[in-house]
């Protein structure tokens, strides 16, 4: 009897995954391409990312996912239904008639940090996240809201607020802080408004989320106004968590798994933040990362989450 083969599509802002695993959750074949992200490429150019993946897994594995028994599309730009039903019907069109699960790439990620589609992932990397989901399906997420009114606790939030406390040093109207040489050292520039490009006339939300190491590398040097900031961040996460934990396992046990850069490279950070959550949640278990998000959608589609 042949195995059962699972298709699973990590979509993210700027490169996206799709990977096929057996029933054991065993990672058989996997091609990487660009972005699937129809809020980063716009949803035609994400269609024929995900054509060109479909395409380059044939030709490289042998493997057509129309033969799969069924998959899972994780996107960061998947959250309404209308976003939903876009996608469900280029599959559709694409000659895919498995049964199909299409979620935001949080769940993928934490299909793969648990090895179940059961718990809580808290991502920080460039952005902030939270999203849960129980054994009976249900979702909750909070977060995700962008870097006008959410992002608390990731790279842009501490890398902004890293810039705005120098400046306030600089200005004399803030506490000395070692922020102040190194915005200036980090950026390359000798003036605050040399910064307006990148701030103001061609916003950079990575430019200003690179200026965060400054702000880890300070407070590993005893800097109070950087430790100020990684504490407030810390808690900010764990805020998040707990929303999602509220929502979904008021009172019984879960695990919770941290995923994207800041959480996966900061260890200490890391420490606080899971020491946050642990005071507030002492129902819930922190765990290491099992398994790749790429994995994690094949999951999701193994266990019938359609």
Not at 95 to 104: A, Q, T, V
Not at 131 to 136: E, H, I, R, T, W
Not at 197 to 215: E, G, H, I, M, Q
Request: include cysteine.
């Amino acid at each position: 009897m042949m195995k059962q083969l699972f298709f699973g599509i990590d979509g993210g802002g700027t490169q996206s995954r799709l990977g096929i695993c057996d029933e054991t959750d065993q990672l058989i074949a996997q091609v990487k391409g660009g972005s699937t992200n129809r809020y980063a490429v716009g949803f035609d150019a994400a269609c024929n990312n995900l054509r060109d993946l479909i395409q380059k897994l044939k030709t490289e594995s042998g493997i057509d996912v129309q033969n799969c028994a069924a998959g899972c599309f994780a996107s960061a730009g998947m959250s309404t239904e209308q976003e939903t039903e876009d996608f469900r019907r280029f599959f559709t069109g694409e000659g895919i008639r498995c049964p199909l699960y299409l979620c935001n790439d949080a769940l993928a990620a934490l299909a793969g940090g648990t090895g179940t589609a059961e718990g809580i992932i808290v991502v920080s990397g460039t952005g902030s996240i939270a999203a849960g989901l129980d054994k009976n399906g249900r979702t909750a997420r909070a977060g995700g809201l962008g870097h006008l009114i959410g992002d608390e606790g990731s790279g842009f939030k501490i890398g902004l607020d890293g810039i705005k406390a120098a400046a306030a040093a600089l200005e004399r109207r803030g506490v000395n802080t070692l922020l102040a040489p190194m915005l200036f050292n980090h950026y390359g520039v000798n003036t605050i408004r040399e910064l307006f490009p990148f701030l103001y006339t061609n916003f950079d939300k990575s430019r200003v989320a690179s200026f965060s190491p400054c702000v880890f590398q300070a407070a590993q040097q005893s800097d109070a106004v950087a430790a100020h900031i990684l504490e407030t961040a810390a808690q900010d996460l764990s805020l998040l968590a707990r929303s999602v934990y509220g929502a979904l396992f008021d009172g019984t046990e879960a695990e919770v798994v941290f995923s994207g850069g800041i959480l996966e490279h900061q260890a200490s950070f890391a420490k606080l933040t899971a020491a946050y959550i642990s005071d507030a949640l002492p129902q819930v278990r922190i765990i290491r990362r099992r398994f790749e998000p790429v994995v994690g959608a094949c999951i999701l589609a193994r266990l019938g989450r359609h």
